[in-house]
């Protein structure tokens, strides 16, 4: 059913809601417990590489590329689709194993010459097999959406989170040393890895039969087209995730290579690293439940949909316009509480009040482009659905000078670590545009001059959604400054409080002013149908 995607984006993010809550669980005790410094930059440093596998291969261009045909293979042949899966999650768990192999010894021998600091590279070869671990649960993850099974995948990062919070615990009451303290959460990620995969199996299995199924040359030659598919996707996918790499190195500078470079000092200092991540993890909070929530549930019916451009236009214009209803919202009122919310999640223990305000200066440079985050997720996956995947690859490579360049040229002013932030908040706008109007091009019709996608139901739900962003900020700021002249308790509770109130302020004024105007995407946004009468997308 064309409009189902609302449904299923329901239950991915109400799943990813949890989740979510459990990262954020996560982060308060990490940073409780080890603080912003050399140990958490040190275990940044080792998590990002297998965070870039997962978002690279995992959930980027093999789920990417496999998705679309297995869907295919799903609705033509069900024994076709068994042995096809067979051969795509065999094939990649294998090479994805080699590659951290290699990681592994390259990783040793770094550090036995003294480039890499030891600490890191420890924890970096604990949680490199991570790395294929996630990347199968997310292969598995995508013949569970096809099959119209959300939750399993969405649910697994409880998991790691779960046992990363056991960890920290663990670390202080057996009154370890820090070191042997982040040792602990690491071999606590690698565990997780291993559960999510028996997890997903035992999900799909309900499902679909697991096995080899039969031999088939037609299986054979769709797991060629799927990694045909793949390295495309993934040169672009890799470009992105280079941003993302040349983000962290640059953080983790001072603590993994040293606090001098060419003879000058480093404008970054210690603890940059961790707080960069902290900073990305709760602004990545919004745009996992509602962004690639909505992503990751319309993908699979962008691409059934494909060949039919009418009813792909269609679907891809409601994403749009439910991704901006929810992101404009997110992004502002995120920038209104980027202090209190992080006093909330990260302040205490050994995270202090300066750590807070720091890591609250660099989230604001990542918040204000949530909205543009999240619409990228669905346009790229517009593109992967339609098997175009050189348009995100082009794209993606214009865009690797530019990041660098704002990254090393901010860095040196007073945003100093914010400044990454807000290069990749620039990026994002600009690949957001490059995107639309490419997408444009692609699904519009041949004889018009206006887009498809941004057609005038579009704009003018652009237009409300605009609207109901500067009531809801108009109203939170004016809580924020009453709250500010009125006696209240101070420290965590009443950081908590102060989020609470303007959380609810910002909800209350944004259903109010979606309901004066009528506007269909507030009932989209909790996955109910639309009612008689409501306006709909145009053909």
Do not use: K
């Amino acid at each position: 059913m064309s409009r189902s995607f609302e449904r299923h984006a329901r239950t991915v993010t109400l799943l990813t809601f949890a989740s979510r809550l459990g990262g954020l669980a996560r982060d308060a005790a990490l940073s409780r417990v080890f603080g912003a410094g050399v140990v958490m930059d040190a275990f940044s440093f080792g998590f990002m590489v297998p965070n870039l596998f997962r978002r690279l291969f995992g959930e980027g261009a093999l789920s990417a590329a496999f998705l679309p045909a297995y869907a295919r293979a799903s609705d033509r042949d069900p024994t076709l689709a068994q042995r096809l899966a067979w051969i795509v999650v065999g094939g990649s768990t294998a090479v994805l194993a080699g590659v951290v192999l290699l990681a592994e010894l390259g990783t040793a021998l770094l550090a036995a010459r003294g480039a890499l600091e030891p600490l890191g590279a420890r924890l970096l070869m604990i949680m490199l097999p991570f790395a294929p671990l996630v990347c199968l649960t997310a292969l598995v993850g995508a013949m569970l959406q096809v099959h119209h099974r959300f939750g399993p995948t969405a649910a697994s990062p409880i998991v790691l989170n779960a046992l990363v919070v056991a960890a920290a615990i663990s670390a202080v009451l057996l009154r370890v040393t820090p070191e042997e303290g982040i040792r602990l959460v690491a071999w606590a990620v690698l565990v997780s890895g291993v559960i999510q995969v028996a997890w997903s199996l035992v999900a799909l299995r309900r499902s679909v039969p697991l096995g080899p199924g039969v031999r088939s040359e037609a299986a054979w030659r769709e797991s060629l087209g799927v990694a045909r598919l793949a390295l495309p996707m993934g040169l672009g996918l890799g470009v992105l995730q280079l941003n993302t790499l040349l983000d962290g190195l640059i953080a983790s500078y001072p603590s993994v290579i040293g606090p001098t470079i060419l003879g000058f000092d480093y404008p970054l200092g210690e603890g940059s690293m961790a707080r960069l991540c902290w900073a990305q993890r709760l602004y990545e909070f919004p745009l996992g439940v509602f962004g690639i929530a909505v992503a990751t549930a319309i993908f699979p019916a962008l691409s059934r949909q494909a060949p039919d451009a009418d009813a792909f236009a269609a679907t891809l214009r409601r994403g749009v316009r439910l991704v901006v209803f929810i992101g404009l919202p997110a992004s502002a009122g995120l920038m209104l509480v980027a202090e209190p919310l992080t006093a909330v999640i990260l302040q205490g223990g050994a995270f202090s009040a300066e750590d807070t305000r720091e890591t609250a200066w660099i989230l604001l440079g990542y918040a204000g482009a949530v909205w543009a985050y999240s619409l990228n997720q669905v346009l790229v996956r517009a593109f992967y659905a339609r098997g175009d995947s050189m348009t995100p690859v082009r794209i993606a490579v214009g865009l690797v000078g530019l990041n660098l360049l704002l990254n090393v040229t901010l860095i040196w002013t007073p945003l100093r670590t914010a400044g990454l932030a807000w290069s990749t908040a620039i990026c994002a706008i600009v690949q957001l545009a490059w995107l639309m109007r490419a997408i444009a091009r692609r699904v519009g019709p041949a004889d018009a001059a206006a887009p498809r996608i941004l057609d005038h139901e579009v704009r003018r739900s652009i237009l409300r959604s605009v609207l109901v962003t500067a009531a809801m900020s108009a109203a939170t700021w004016a809580a924020l400054r009453l709250l500010a002249h009125l006696p209240a308790e101070h420290g965590w509770w009443g950081s908590l409080a102060t989020i609470l109130i303007l959380v609810g302020v910002g909800t209350v004024v944004v259903v109010a002013v979606a309901r004066l105007q009528r506007m269909p995407e507030l009932a989209w946004a909790i996955g109910r149908a639309d009612r008689p009468g409501s306006p709909t997308p145009s053909s």
